[in-house]
Nanobody, 116 residues
Framework: QVHLVESGGGLVQPGGSLRLSCAAS????????MIWYRQAPEKERELVAT????????NYADSVKGRFTISRDNAKNTVYLQMNSLKPDDTAVYSC?????????WGQGTQVTVSS
């Protein structure tokens, strides 16, 4: 059974940093592209970053390029999102996602609040 558990969210001041983690189980983690999404209140869900199975290719939303870095540790079945220079507009629930055998799986999400 696919299981994704995010952690690392919290309250941070503008300009600060956070590192999110998503621990995965129930599938061959090293074989799948992993994706971070976020959803702010009253806004549509936004794709933030993707990383290919071996970590060789990453892509980012324009809104986070140069500030966020996605990475993965296949030995630990974990994907990370390092977020620097955070802005109030980054406030959202951040969730990781994987598509296995045609089905999307999501974690419960972790809240990130950027506020002074």
């Amino acid at each position: 059974q696919v299981h994704l558990v995010e952690s690392g969210g919290g309250l941070v001041q503008p300009g600060g940093s956070l590192r999110l983690s998503c621990a995965a189980s129930g599938f061959t983690f090293s074989s799948y592209t992993m994706i971070w999404y976020r959803q702010a209140p009253e806004k549509e869900r936004e794709l933030v970053a993707t990383i290919t199975p071996a970590g060789g290719n990453t892509n980012y939303a324009d809104s986070v390029k140069g500030r966020f870095t996605i990475s993965r540790d296949n030995a630990k079945n974990t994907v990370y999102l390092q977020m620097n220079s955070l802005k109030p507009d980054d406030t959202a629930v951040y969730s990781c996602n994987v598509r296995v055998l045609g089905r999307n799986y999501w974690g419960q999400g972790t809240q990130v609040t950027v506020s002074s």
